[in-house]
T-cell receptor
Framework: DSGVTQTPKHLITATGQRVTLRCSPR?????VYWYQQSLDQGLQFLIQ???????AKGNILERFSAQQFPDLHSELNLSSLELGDSALYFC?????????FGSGTRLTVV | TQLLEQSPQFLSIQEGENLTVYCNSS?????LQWYRQEPGEGPVLLVT?????EVKKLKRLTFQFGDARKDSSLHITAAQPGDTGLYLC?????????????FGKGTLLTVNP
């Protein structure tokens, strides 16, 4: 157990639908990072939150949004899903010398 | 544009062999991190190198950060089947505990018994 909790572990949904992925960072970590991992693109940075505020944005589509709540857990919302959104989605929290990743959510859009 | 290029992309070797994987960039990073990822799991941090020219050893794994802090290598001595996995390098910009990592696409290592 890395201390970063992601739910659900697997998600299968149809095109056009909306899903919410949840992440709880390690106790005491204020930052949450979301990454998308696909076979052809590798790990792509989506967005970072720090203590409830958006800090950095990467290759995040407009159909995707995220937020971090006062208890520091974060949610990634994916809407109008397309087949190409099928991927592994990871969140991570950071300490000074490295990230701790959750075990990911595998999203399959059919 | 892929800021971090890892090579080789795939590597299949026999138990007991040595190997080196490379991580190259045209950008300077404040630190470089190596992770190993197993199927169905998130990446797990192996090491962070911070100083140009730094060498760190973790049992049979040796990590080196280039003098100009743009590239790194990972050398594994006497590889074992348990070393099988996806090895990812990641460059950090910024410091403290609030920084962004850019990942390479990884080297998929298979060590055959």
């Amino acid at each position: 157990d890395s201390g970063v909790t992601q739910t659900p572990k697997h998600l299968i949904t149809a095109t056009g639908q909306r899903v919410t992925l949840r992440c709880s960072p390690r106790s005491g970590d204020l930052s949450v990072y979301w990454y998308q991992q696909s076979l052809d693109q590798g790990l792509q940075f989506l967005i970072q939150y720090y203590n409830g505020e958006e800090r950095a944005k990467g290759n995040i589509l407009e159909r995707f949004s995220a937020q971090q709540f006062p208890d520091l857990h974060s949610e990634l919302n994916l809407s109008s899903l397309e087949l190409g959104d099928s991927a592994l989605y990871f969140c991570a929290s950071s300490a000074q010398y490295g990230y701790t990743f959750g075990s990911g959510t595998r999203l399959t859009v059919v | 544009t892929q800021l971090l290029e890892q090579s080789p992309q795939f590597l299949s070797i026999q138990e007991g062999e040595n190997l080196t994987v490379y991580c190259n960039s045209s950008s300077v990073f404040s630190s470089l991190q190596w992770y190993r990822q197993e199927p169905g799991e998130g990446p797990v941090l192996l090491v962070t190198v911070v100083t140009g020219g730094e060498v760190k050893k973790l049992k049979r794994l040796t990590f080196q950060f280039g003098d100009a802090r743009k590239d790194s290598s990972l050398h594994i001595t006497a590889a074992q089947p348990g070393d099988t996995g996806l090895y990812l390098c990641a460059g950090a910009r910024g410091g403290g505990s609030n920084y962004k990592l850019t990942f390479g696409k990884g080297t998929l290592l298979t060590v055959n018994p």
